[in-house]
Structures are given as C-alpha cells and as structure tokens.
C-alpha cells in the first residue's frame, strides 16, 4: 500500500476514533496537530483536561496488537509534541493533562484513558 493510501487510511480510523470519543464525552480539538518534534493524532478536551490521544489501528493480530505499537520512543515523541502544543497555544504547565490511547482492531475500538 503507498504512503497516500496508508495516510488515508490512517485519517479514516483516527476521525472514527474521534467519533467514539466525542460519543464518550470529549471534545475533539484538532486531528493531526504535527511539528518538527512529531505528531500527536488527536487533541481534545474533557472536563478542562487536555488530553493527548495516540490512534493505532491494525486490521487484524499478525503484527501484534495495536496497543503494543506505542512504545517508549513514541511516548517520547508524544510528550514533546505536547509540550510544544501547549507551549505556542499558551497552555500552563499547570494544566491538567492526559495520554490516551485508541485501538483499533479491524472492527472493534478499545479506549484507554491514561494510557502513559
């Protein structure tokens, strides 16, 4: 699959779990917020939280699941993307924050709050 089908692809599942999370309650600030350090899939709010969520999608367990595709260097990249995030839209370092993540797995969506 070339790169403009997996990012579409990509940008399917991520708006789906935007979905999903809207229906929980969240706000969705922006899809695909990215900067030199990297890119965070979704930013949104939920009760004057702001919260961080990382979208990983497999069609299906060959490659493992897609919880286990977040690893150490991409909280890392998520952490600093973060931090650059509230540090040009003027958000204190005081500001509750969160890291969730989404999974997807061919049909089914599992959501973890508080992730990293």
Same mark, same amino acid.
């Given at each position: 699959?070339?790169?403009?089908?997996?990012?579409?692809?990509?940008?399917?599942?991520?708006?789906?779990?935007?979905?999903?999370?809207?229906?929980?309650?969240?706000?969705?600030?922006?899809?695909?917020?990215?900067?030199?350090?990297?890119? =965070?899939?979704?930013? *949104?709010?939920?009760?004057?939280? &702001? @919260?961080? /969520? !990382?979208?990983?999608?497999? %069609?299906?367990? #060959?490659?493992?699941?897609?919880?286990?595709?977040?690893?150490?260097?991409?909280?890392?990249?998520?952490?600093?993307?973060?931090?650059?995030?509230?540090?040009?839209?003027? =958000?204190?370092?005081? *500001?509750?924050?969160?890291?969730? &993540? @989404?999974? /997807? !797995?061919?049909?089914?969506? %599992?959501?973890? #709050?508080?992730?990293?």
């Amino acid at each position: 699959m070339g790169s403009v089908n997996r990012r579409k692809e990509g940008s399917f599942y991520e708006h789906r779990a935007g979905d999903y999370l809207t229906g929980k309650g969240l706000i969705v600030v922006e899809y695909n917020f990215s900067c030199r350090f990297g890119e =965070i899939d979704i930013v *949104a709010k939920e009760d004057g939280c &702001l @919260v961080f /969520v !990382e979208v990983k999608y497999r %069609r299906s367990r #060959r490659f493992g699941l897609p919880e286990e595709a977040v690893g150490e260097s991409k909280k890392r990249t998520i952490y600093k993307v973060a931090d650059y995030y509230r540090l040009i839209h003027g =958000i204190s370092d005081a *500001a509750a924050v969160r890291f969730d &993540l @989404v999974a /997807v !797995e061919g049909n089914e969506i %599992r959501y973890y #709050r508080g992730a990293f």
